[in-house]
């Protein structure tokens, strides 16, 4: 079993940053693809970004490339999220992910683990 807690969300004003921690209790932490997710009010969950159980490989929706950055500390269980530039758009839950399968992060249906969410609000 693995539990994953979410944390690092807030209010910012736009065109600045936060950090988003993912934290992992439970085995096999190190051998899952990780995923960040988010959902906006009023629309569906969509994918942000992933990364492979090495750390090696990562993905991004278009829309955040160059603006955010995935990795994760496999020693402390832990993934992140470093947001840059944020825009109001940014603005939604962000959710992390857990699986144990080839590194297709964008693929919602098969993650096994979710966290609760945390609260990331950009304001203009």
């Known amino acids: 079993q693995v539990q994953l807690v979410e944390s690092g969300g807030g209010l910012v004003q736009a065109g600045g940053s936060l950090r988003l921690s993912c934290v992992a209790s439970g085995r096999a932490f190190s051998r899952s693809v990780m995923g960040w997710f988010r959902q906006a009010p009023g629309k569906e969950r969509e994918f942000v970004g992933g990364?492979?159980?090495?750390?090696?490989?990562?993905a991004y929706t278009d829309s955040v490339k160059g603006r955010f950055t995935i990795s994760r500390d496999n020693a402390k269980n832990t993934m992140y999220l470093q947001m840059n530039g944020l825009k109001p758009d940014d603005t939604a839950v962000y959710y992390c992910?857990?699986?144990?399968?080839?590194?297709?992060?964008?693929?919602?249906?098969?993650?096994?683990?979710w966290g609760q969410g945390t609260q990331v609000t950009v304001l203009s």
């Open positions: 992910g857990a699986k144990k399968t080839i590194f297709r992060p964008v693929d919602e249906y098969d993650y096994d683990y």
């Open positions: 990364i492979s159980w090495t750390g090696g490989s990562t």
